[in-house]
């Protein structure tokens, strides 16, 4: 069983930045692929930003340039890293890595708000 916490949002200004910070439990973080997801209200659940085992990494448009995935596999965790923060990025952010036989292990997300 994998377990994924996630830890950083909060409340910040346009502007701003946060970074977000993924948890996991169990022995297979080196070789799985990492994502965030985020869902805002009343809208589906998007892929934001992907980082692989071998650390190659992909992002939404909308946060390119300004977001940045890593992964310490040390400390089987993922980090989100969140620039020039805009109002639009307010959401329920969570990370996400594929189960062995289809589907997704998920953490209990974490709200990033920003202010205008």
């Known amino acids: 069983q994998v377990q994924l916490v996630e830890s950083g949002g909060g409340l910040v200004q346009a502007g701003g930045s946060l970074r977000l910070a993924c948890a996991a439990s169990?022995?297979?973080?080196?070789?799985?692929?990492m994502d965030w997801y985020r869902q805002a209200p009343e809208n589906q659940r998007h892929l934001v930003a992907r980082?692989?085992?071998?650390?190659?990494?992909n992002y939404a448009d909308s946060v390119k340039g300004r977001f940045t995935i890593s992964r310490d596999n040390a400390k089987n965790t993922v980090y989100l890293q969140m620039n020039s923060l805009k109002p639009e990025d307010t959401a329920v952010y969570y990370c996400?890595?594929?189960?062995?036989?289809?589907?997704?292990?998920w953490g209990q997300g974490t709200q990033v708000t920003v202010s205008s």
């Open positions: 996400a890595t594929a189960r062995p036989y289809g589907g997704y292990y």
């Open positions: 169990g022995s297979i973080f080196s070789a799985n692929t």
């Open positions: 980082i692989t085992s071998g650390g190659s990494t």
